[in-house]
């Protein structure tokens, strides 16, 4: 049986569990306590590729990841002999694992390497880390705080708190419960290794809340420790734009998605300090994304990504290319498994 026959039969397995669980997740928000709105596709896919996993082991994570990047671009992915920013970034998930990308993703040990690298000023304070929900005393954090998993990306797996008297604790504990199942762990979204030995925990930290009521984001692409462009992220509380810009400020049209504006690019007056710590952080890696909140005045380091857009963008095919040049591929250190190896 080929590896397409051997995913049906396994997918066949899956019971449908999703919909209580969905119900329990997608109560209504109020604006002092915000739970995530996760699609009901995306759990689904963690699912099956959980199952897939465990059942053909990593043989399977080749072919989800071509007929993932069929799906989402559009094209097939030429993972023997890459050249675009895609496909490259899909190699390095097959072939090259390096450990320090794991603490870097984890959202507690991350905390660690931004302390170390570059100093305990950017780091977001942290107020606890748990195992269990059970073990979280509510009572001890303060009226203002994020819930995340350790594990989860984006707002998939956070719960902003700004008025602790209003959270349904209940509730809480019962979403964050289901954050820790193995199933939930990012790296069945699309086998972004990095993800894979990430302990599952629950952390709880400051909630960043500037004066003027909106957080821009800073995203800086780094390769080979070098910043090439950079992307900003801002009205969030109305439509959010994401915009991307070179270093001379140049707005980038990089996909059919792009927002582009012709409103000159004003940097904030910390924007090279950000572009320093961006790099200094990026040193060890060919490739991350190092993102960075500015809260009047104050950076702190949001997160880095190592798989910018999960490696499923939909640049035009020039841009592809042209920031596809920007990355030297490591060495292989991962040999690819067949679809009858384990």
Same mark, same amino acid.
């Given at each position: 049986? %080929?590896?397409?026959?051997?995913?049906?039969?396994?997918?066949?397995?899956?019971?449908?569990?999703?919909?209580?669980?969905?119900?329990?997740?997608?109560?209504?928000?109020?604006?002092?306590?915000?739970?995530?709105?996760?699609?009901?596709?995306?759990?689904?896919?963690?699912?099956?590729?959980?199952?897939?996993?465990?059942?053909?082991?990593?043989?399977?994570?080749?072919?989800?990841?071509?007929?993932?990047?069929?799906?989402?671009?559009?094209?097939?992915?030429?993972?023997?002999?890459?050249?675009?920013?895609?496909?490259?970034?899909?190699?390095?998930?097959?072939?090259?694992?390096?450990?320090?990308?794991?603490?870097?993703?984890?959202?507690?040990?991350?905390? $660690?390497?931004?302390?170390?690298?570059?100093?305990?000023?950017?780091?977001?304070?942290?107020?606890?880390?748990?195992?269990?929900?059970?073990?979280?005393?509510?009572?001890?954090?303060?009226?203002?705080?994020?819930?995340?998993?350790?594990?989860?990306?984006?707002?998939?797996?956070?719960?902003?708190?700004?008025?602790?008297?209003?959270?349904?604790?209940?509730?809480?504990?019962?979403?964050?419960?289901?954050?820790?199942?193995?199933?939930?762990?990012?790296?069945?979204?699309?086998?972004?290794?990095?993800?894979?030995?990430?302990?599952?925990?629950?952390?709880?930290?400051?909630?960043?809340?500037?004066?003027?009521?909106?957080?821009? $984001?800073?995203?800086?692409?780094?390769?080979?420790?070098?910043?090439?462009?950079?992307?900003?992220?801002?009205?969030?509380?109305?439509?959010?734009?994401?915009?991307?810009?070179?270093?001379?400020?140049?707005?980038?049209?990089?996909?059919?998605?792009?927002?582009?504006?012709?409103?000159?690019?004003? =940097?904030?007056?910390?924007?090279?300090?950000?572009?320093?710590?961006?790099?200094?952080?990026?040193?060890?890696?060919?490739?991350?994304?190092?993102?960075?909140?500015?809260?009047?005045?104050?950076?702190?380091?949001?997160?880095?990504?190592?798989?910018?857009? %999960? %490696?499923?963008?939909?640049?035009?095919?020039?841009? $592809?290319?042209?920031? %596809?040049?920007?990355?030297?591929? =490591?060495?292989?250190?991962? =040999?690819?498994?067949?679809?009858?190896?384990?």
């Amino acid at each position: 049986m %080929g590896v397409m026959g051997k995913a049906k039969h396994v997918l066949k397995k899956i019971p449908p569990v999703r919909k209580a669980v969905y119900r329990i997740r997608n109560r209504g928000n109020n604006g002092d306590v915000i739970f995530p709105r996760v699609v009901d596709e995306q759990y689904n896919k963690r699912i099956y590729n959980y199952m897939l996993a465990t059942h053909l082991g990593e043989s399977i994570n080749r072919w989800v990841v071509e007929q993932m990047s069929y799906r989402v671009t559009g094209r097939f992915p030429d993972l023997d002999h890459p050249v675009g920013f895609n496909d490259k970034m899909q190699w390095m998930r097959l072939h090259y694992h390096n450990p320090l990308m794991t603490k870097c993703v984890d959202k507690c040990s991350f905390k $660690d390497y931004i302390r170390e690298t570059v100093g305990e000023q950017y780091v977001v304070p942290l107020y606890g880390v748990w195992d269990n929900v059970n073990d979280i005393d509510f009572d001890a954090l303060p009226d203002s705080f994020v819930l995340k998993s350790t594990w989860g990306w984006g707002d998939l797996q956070n719960i902003l708190v700004k008025k602790k008297e209003k959270l349904d604790i209940d509730r809480a504990k019962a979403v964050m419960a289901e954050w820790l199942m193995p199933w939930n762990n990012y790296y069945y979204q699309s086998f972004e290794w990095d993800c894979k030995d990430i302990p599952p925990r629950i952390i709880a930290e400051k909630l960043l809340q500037p004066s003027g009521g909106e957080i821009v $984001d800073y995203k800086f692409y780094c390769f080979n420790g070098v910043c090439k462009y950079f992307l900003v992220c801002r009205d969030r509380k109305t439509e959010t734009k994401y915009i991307n810009y070179d270093l001379d400020f140049n707005c980038l049209r990089l996909s059919p998605n792009s927002y582009v504006t012709k409103k000159q690019f004003r =940097p904030p007056e910390n924007f090279r300090e950000m572009l320093s710590l961006a790099e200094k952080l990026a040193k060890p890696f060919p490739l991350v994304r190092v993102d960075f909140y500015d809260v009047d005045g104050k950076i702190y380091v949001g997160e880095m990504t190592f798989s910018p857009g %999960g %490696g499923f963008n939909t640049y035009y095919d020039e841009w $592809d290319r042209k920031i %596809g040049s920007f990355l030297t591929l =490591p060495e292989a250190n991962v =040999p690819e498994k067949g679809a009858g190896d384990e």
